[in-house]
């Protein structure tokens, strides 16, 4: 079975610009989720899907960030502008769903490396 | 918001060694998740906990779940080489995103 998948697996970008993340999660896996970490510091949530839908988006540092899962299957993860403070690794996960709220595993991809300069 | 604080943040072991690394919560959790991250790798699920006083064991890791519910700790025993890497918590307080600490990262000298 395939895992999560991300890419790109780095991005270098200059500050101002834009740049998309996508997350393809284990498939038939209802719930994915993006976190990140920020050098040095812990792996913080950002948002969760549940199938389309933002199921909590309350990690989401500011509105520059927009995640969107059409179709319930991949997801993108959208900054733009980009600023010095987004460099770190962009992280989803997936799980499966379906049982007793916050017991199921969630699996990380390999994550996103961004690099705003 | 809820924190979950994990130390120590570096452990330097000798192989064969013993460790522990632990985990203390601001508020009451639902479960527990541990997590291992390999050098240039990502989060790998290791264990969960649910149970108030739950033990885990895993060969030469033992997950130990607090009574409270706020605290947890993971014990490795005769460390080996291949236990390099960042090990995380991740509490859940009844809902699906995960905090975590800020790991352990150990390294082992042979």
């Known amino acids: 079975e395939a895992g999560v998948t991300q890419f790109p697996s780095h991005s270098v970008i200059e500050k101002g610009q834009t740049v998309t993340l996508r997350c393809d999660p284990i498939s038939g896996h209802d719930n994915l989720y993006w976190y990140r970490r920020v050098m040095g510091k812990e792996i913080k949530f950002l948002l969760h899907?549940?199938?389309?839908?933002?199921?909590?988006e309350s990690g989401m540092p500011n509105n520059r960030f927009l995640a969107e899962r059409t179709g319930g299957t991949y997801s993108t993860l959208k900054v733009q502008p980009a600023e010095l403070e987004d460099s770190g690794v962009y992280f989803c996960a997936s799980s499966l769903g379906g049982v007793v709220q916050g017991t199921d595993t969630q699996y990380f991809g390999p994550g996103t490396r961004l690099t705003v300069l | 918001g809820q924190q979950v604080m994990q130390i120590p943040q570096y452990q330097h072991v000798q192989e064969g060694e013993d460790f522990t690394t632990y985990c203390n919560s601001s508020?009451?959790?639902?479960?527990i998740q541990w997590y291992k991250q390999r050098p240039g790798g990502h989060p790998v699920f290791l264990i969960q906990?649910?149970?108030?006083?739950e033990v885990k064991k895993q060969k030469r890791l033992t997950f130990q779940f607090g009574e409270a519910k706020k605290n947890s700790s993971l014990h490795i025993t005769a460390t080996q080489t291949t236990d390099v890497g960042t090990y995380f918590c991740?509490?859940?307080?009844?809902?699906?995103?995960?905090?975590f600490g800020a790991g352990t990262t150990v390294t082992v000298r042979a």
């Open positions: 991740a509490g859940r307080r009844g809902d699906y995103k995960l905090s």
């Open positions: 508020t009451t959790l639902s479960n």
């Open positions: 899907f549940v199938k389309e839908s933002k199921q909590d």
């Open positions: 906990l649910v149970k108030s006083g």
